[in-house]
């Protein structure tokens, strides 16, 4: 990962509003990692952008479990990424755009593709995934990875301008250059394309809980956007925000009052299929209150929709 210059990797800005230090509390491993606020849009990035963070990626972090799960955990997952593929579907057609059963789709951060088993289980079967960090010899149960970086995708005329949609799922707050991972995926959209960004957003969570909030996640969210974040980059860029949907969760409460207590999140919440469904009962007012916030625009992720504006897109952001 190259070095960029410090300045806002969403709206360009250079003044800072305050550092924050956060430490990295999911599997508890501490560190101190310095933060800046952005004084022109409140999002949120790591000052030290040379910083390796392959030792925060260990091998068992849940976006490369691959396929080998227990019965069980397989059927609620699959049901979960069917129901997400859904909702991606219907926020790209709320956006204008069309994608068809033989339309490419391309998931950018697809670890081991589990999303993409879920299009292709409601019969979108053109799917492709994209990861640099897919080790060799992980179960993709079928699905096309391409275990490069994205720009290299991009430029590769057998997948330049084919792409009805091109998802970051929980990926671009991952990398320190959200503008060109943005600009390639704009370079694989077909005409009439759109990109899909599900992000944490710096919001209500990030105000009450500060570094304790669970989207903050140090070291690993290197870029957390506030929505005006989004459109001042969408902006930078020639791309245009067609839809936001808020889509958090119970999560942004029950996660973060763990850190808060001292706890970490593999200790607060191993993985138990039954007692994890037992917990979505008990949180219920939890994701009453989460579902509020959404309809206020002021969840701690969101689901945004960028289309090329017609001016087109601008390379050089
Ligand atoms: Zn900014």
Redesign the pocket.
């Known amino acids: 990962m190259e070095a960029v210059a410090v300045r806002?990797p969403?709206?360009?800005?250079e003044e800072v509003a305050r550092k924050v230090e956060g430490t990295e509390r999911f599997f508890g491993t501490g560190g101190s990692f310095d933060y800046s606020v952005?004084?022109?849009?409140?999002?949120i990035y790591l000052d030290d952008a040379g910083i390796d963070l392959a030792p925060h990626y260990p091998e068992h972090y849940y976006s490369y479990t691959g396929a080998k799960r227990p019965p069980l955990q397989t059927a609620v997952e699959d049901f979960v990424v069917r129901q997400r593929a859904r909702f991606v579907l219907r926020l790209l057609r709320k956006a204008g755009t069309r994608v068809d059963a033989d339309a490419r789709i391309v998931d950018v951060g697809s670890g081991a593709g589990d999303l993409l088993r879920g299009f292709a289980a409601i019969g979108y079967r053109n799917v492709l995934g994209v990861d640099p960090f897919l080790r060799e010899g992980v179960e993709t149960g079928g699905v096309a990875v391409e275990r490069r970086p994205l720009k290299a995708v991009a430029n590769d005329v057998r997948f330049a301008g084919t792409a009805a949609t091109v998802m970051f799922h929980h990926s671009l707050e991952h990398v320190f250059d959200p503008a060109e991972q943005l600009v390639a995926a704009a370079r694989l959209l077909r005409p009439g394309g759109g990109i899909v960004v599900r992000v944490p957003v710096v919001s209500y969570a990030w105000e009450r809980y500060g570094t304790y909030w669970v989207g903050f996640d140090a070291p690993r969210h290197v870029a957390l956007p506030t929505e005006r974040?989004m459109v001042?980059l969408a902006k930078r860029l020639g791309l245009k925000i067609a839809a936001v949907r808020y889509d958090s969760t119970e999560n942004q409460f029950v996660v973060s009052n763990a850190y808060v207590a001292g706890r970490t999140q593999l200790e607060a919440f191993p993985s138990c299929p039954p007692r994890t469904a037992l917990r979505k009962l008990v949180t219920i007012p939890l994701r009453l209150r989460a579902a509020w916030l959404n309809a206020q625009k002021r969840g701690d992720q969101a689901a945004f929709v960028l289309l090329p504006a017609s001016e087109g897109i601008k390379v050089e952001p």
């Open positions: 806002c969403f709206c360009g800005g952005c004084a022109a849009c409140g999002s974040g001042e």
